[in-house]
């Protein structure tokens, strides 16, 4: 029986074998890693008041068929989005972007005039900078949010830092300003204090509460700002930091 089966059981295995693509993938990029620019306006339902979005353009110039000519470039960006194709005789380059923080396992491929195809893995790591100004002198300010959620499987944030800062405007002669007793208290999504922090600002002082952790519970974050006294402004400023998965880039060919 062993003798009968052996030969069958190696040309089974040949048979599973995959076989080397004929669709060479050659790619290059400025970066394979970006952050997420997020200005909040300081609202009750904290509107976005502009994204810009992290974005990675793919070169695919070198990229060569043996038997074929290659007829179009894509990305899958990995984050449940469609793939993006675009045609071979037109560019070689294709741009994705994102617009949630996290680590992402992006596809990128190309398929030729035959019929075969090639692709590989590339690892984007995508932080977030998120820039919360009210301008508006006011002793109720609006809570900050944030979200720690990443937008794949792949990696949770490292670490979260924020900066919040609070200026009293000095008053004037028909309406003399005073201190004001500012409290900042952090709260995880549970609804859990994590920190919390008070101080008194003089009237026209300054002064600010800066916050951060390792890796921080996913989920709905957010940052109190109780005013006793005074009305105040805050700007506040927040990153949401990953562990460098990125793929490195390739060294470009060398010439023959």
């Known amino acids: 029986m062993l003798l009968l089966l052996s030969p069958l059981a190696g040309c089974l295995g040949g048979d599973d074998e995959k ?3 004929k669709v060479h993938v050659i790619w290059g990029a400025d970066a394979t890693a970006g952050s997420i ?14 994204l810009d979005e992290a974005e990675f353009t793919f070169d695919f110039n070198e990229t060569y068929s043996e038997e074929g000519d290659i007829s179009t470039f894509w990305v899958d960006p990995g984050n449940g989005d469609p793939v993006v194709e675009v045609n071979a005789a037109d560019m070689s380059t294709v741009t994705v972007s994102y617009d949630k923080h996290g680590i992402y ?16 893995e590339v690892f984007l790591r995508v932080e977030y900078e998120l820039h919360y100004d009210n301008t ?13 959620s990443p937008g ?19 008053g004037w002669l028909l309406q003399p300003g005073g201190p004001s007793t500012v409290t900042w208290t952090v709260r995880n999504p ?3 204090e994590e920190d919390a922090s008070t101080k008194e600002i003089a009237d026209g002082g300054e002064d600010q509460y800066g916050w951060g952790t390792n890796d921080p519970l996913a ?3 957010r940052m109190d700002i109780d005013v006793e006294g005074d009305q105040i402004t805050t700007e506040t ?9 990125e793929t490195d880039i390739p060294e470009p060919p060398v010439a023959e």
């Open 136 to 148: 508006q002198s006011t002793d109720n300010p609006y809570p900050v949010w944030f979200d720690t």
């Open 237 to 245: 400023f927040l990153t949401i930091e990953y562990e460098p998965l």
């Open 152 to 170: 794949s499987d792949e990696a949770s944030p490292r670490r979260v830092d924020l900066m919040s800062n609070a200026t009293n405007p000095p």
């Open 219 to 221: 989920g709905g974050w």
């Open 105 to 120: 396992r992006a596809t990128l491929g190309a398929n030729d005039s035959e019929g075969n195809s090639g692709e590989v």
């Open 19 to 21: 076989k080397p693509s």
């Open 190 to 192: 549970a609804d859990t």
């Open 37 to 50: 620019l997020h200005i909040m306006a300081p609202n009750s339902q904290n509107t976005t008041q502009s």
